[in-house]
Each structure stands twice: as structure tokens, then as C-alpha cells.
């Protein structure tokens, strides 16, 4: 079986361009979760959605958009690219949201570097 | 304060030796706790779930202390291939919190 897979894996971008982002998840999996790694530091959550409904966002600004489609694959957007946003975006999958031993099983990643 | 800190490392051990390492937790409210592996730049996978009474796999121990909201991981018998960036992460509600990781380098 596939695991998460992740496109495309680097991309490169300039100051104030867009960019998107697209995940699928684990057959049967109806959870997808992103997640930015800035080098040296830990994964920080950004979204989550579940049944392609919002069930969660962290702390990052409007510029972050994303979405879930009716096959569970998911798409983040990030407008207005700035330095900052250089960075692992991972997407993890889970069989449902808030389980209490909810495992998530990530993808490989896509590494954006805005110039 | 940051809601998971882990001690960052490295952590140079030879091979054969034990490690351990902690991380300490700022949600009291938190509901489970995890640790995850990740290699240079790869993705981070699933190790071990940390239940309260402490749990054990392979050469891995994992423990919790609720009431100092801290987080343990032990290796035994330490192995090159463990080589790696262990996250400590934190679950509270929909939301997964991870330290920075803990950096151990096995050597032979």
C-alpha cells in the first residue's frame, strides 16, 4: 500500500509569489494534517482537516490557506511568500481526528525555498 | 515558553552504550505523548506511543511523570543505526506539539 505521498518534493519560489502544496493520504485515511520544519526546529502544526472540514489551525497567518477534496487528498496554499516561509511542509494522515492514541503517519515532504 | 522542550544534544555515544534523554511538557492537560524518530531532512516516524505506567519496545523505554509533566526515552545496547533526531511530541486535543528534538550520534 502507498503511504503518504507528498508533491512536489522541492520547490523553489521568489518573495511574494504563491505556492500550493498537495498531499494524499493513506488509503482509507479520512485525517490530513500539515505541518512546517523550519531546519533545527521541531514540526509546528497548521491545520488539520478531517472529512474535508477545518478541524484545527495553528498559529500562522491568513497568508496559509488549505483545503480537503471529496478523495481526502489535501492542497495548502501559502500566498505572499516571504523568507521565513523556507521550510519542510510535511502532511501527515491519520484514520480519524482526536483519538487519543491517534497516530499520524507523515510524507517525505516538500522543501520550499523562497529566494 | 515553548510547549515541548527537549534537550537538543548531541548526544555522542559508542556503540553498545545507553542513552537517555528527557523532555518536559508546559499543558498538564495534555493526553497522550509520543516519541517520534527523524533522520537528517526525512520524515519524522512513529517510535513508540509513552503510556503512564512506562513501556518498553525492543531496546527502547519510554516513561511518563504526569505530575512534572516530563517525558522520558531510554536506549539500551545502542545501535549505529540509531543514529538520529528523537521528538519528543505532545498531543492536546486535535494537535500534535513537538520539541525541537534530541540529536544522538552512535559511534562504532
Known amino acids: 500500500d502507498a503511504g503518504v505521498t507528498q508533491s512536489p518534493t522541492h520547490l523553489i519560489k521568489t518573495r511574494g509569489q504563491h505556492v500550493t502544496l498537495r498531499c494524499s493520504p493513506i488509503?482509507?485515511?479520512?485525517?490530513v494534517s500539515w505541518y512546517q520544519q523550519v531546519l533545527g526546529q521541531g514540526p509546528q502544526f497548521i491545520f488539520q482537516?478531517?472529512?474535508?472540514?477545518?478541524?484545527g489551525r495553528g498559529n500562522f497567518p491568513d497568508r496559509f490557506s488549505a483545503r480537503q477534496f471529496p478523495n481526502y487528498s489535501s492542497e495548502l496554499n501559502v500566498n505572499a511568500l516571504l523568507l521565513g516561509d523556507s521550510a519542510l511542509y510535511l502532511c501527515?494522515?491519520?484514520?480519524?481526528?482526536?483519538?487519543?492514541?491517534?497516530?499520524?503517519?507523515f510524507g517525505s515532504g516538500t522543501q520550499l525555498s523562497v529566494l | 515558553r515553548k510547549e515541548v522542550e527537549q534537550d537538543p544534544g548531541p548526544f555522542n555515544v559508542p556503540e553498545g552504550a545507553t542513552v537517555a534523554f528527557n523532555c518536559t511538557y508546559s499543558?498538564?492537560?495534555?493526553?497522550?505523548f509520543f516519541w517520534y524518530r527523524q533522520d537528517c531532512r526525512k520524515e519524522p516516524k512513529l517510535l513508540m506511543s509513552?503510556?503512564?505506567s512506562g513501556n518498553e519496545d525492543g531496546r527502547f523505554t519510554a516513561q511518563l511523570n504526569r505530575a512534572s509533566q516530563y517525558i522520558s526515552l531510554l536506549i539500551r545496547d545502542s545501535k549505529l543505526s540509531d543514529s538520529a533526531t528523537y521528538l519528543c511530541?505532545?498531543?492536546?486535543?486535535?494537535?500534535?506539539?513537538f520539541g525541537a528534538g534530541t540529536t544522538v550520534t552512535v559511534r562504532a
Open positions: 482537516y478531517y472529512e474535508k472540514e477545518e478541524r
Open positions: 511530541v505532545v498531543r492536546s486535543d486535535y494537535k500534535l506539539s
Open positions: 499543558n498538564s492537560a495534555s493526553q497522550s
Open positions: 488509503s482509507g485515511h479520512k485525517s
Open positions: 509513552v503510556y503512564s
Open positions: 501527515a494522515s491519520s484514520t480519524r481526528t482526536g483519538a487519543t492514541n491517534e497516530k499520524l503517519f
